[in-house]
Nanobody, 121 residues
């Protein structure tokens, strides 16, 4: 069974930093896009950042220059380094990967369980 396990959320003061991790476990052949989404109370889920297998990245305008996404293909893990955090960054953060179990399978979209990030003084 393939699953994504997130870690690294918590409470941080404005201006502080946090690093989120999301590890994919199970029988995995390859992972294409790895990404982070977030959902704040009363708002829709939004894409924060993603990174393709070739290394190209995308960032939402609201986090450009503050967040950095990276991946370790050997560990099937994606990271989100969040600096200069603001109260408006408060949300549940979810990772999502496009995973292929065998070379013949299509890519499946998998989601983590979510980790809460609270930015408050």
């Amino acid at each position: 069974q393939v699953q994504l396990v997130e870690s690294g959320g918590g409470l941080v003061q404005p201006g502080g930093s946090l690093r989120l991790s999301c590890a994919a476990s199970g029988n995995i052949y390859s992972i294409n896009v790895m990404g982070w989404y977030r959902q704040a109370p009363g708002k829709e889920r939004e894409l924060v950042a993603n990174i393709r297998s070739g290394g190209s990245t995308y960032y939402a305008d609201s986090v450009k220059g503050r967040f950095t996404i990276s991946r370790d293909n050997a560990k099937n893990t994606v990271y989100l380094q969040m600096n200069s955090l603001k109260p408006e960054d408060t949300a549940v953060y979810y990772c999502a990967d496009y995973v292929r179990i065998t070379p013949k399978d299509p890519y499946l979209e998998l989601w983590g369980q979510g980790t809460l990030v609270t930015v408050s003084s």
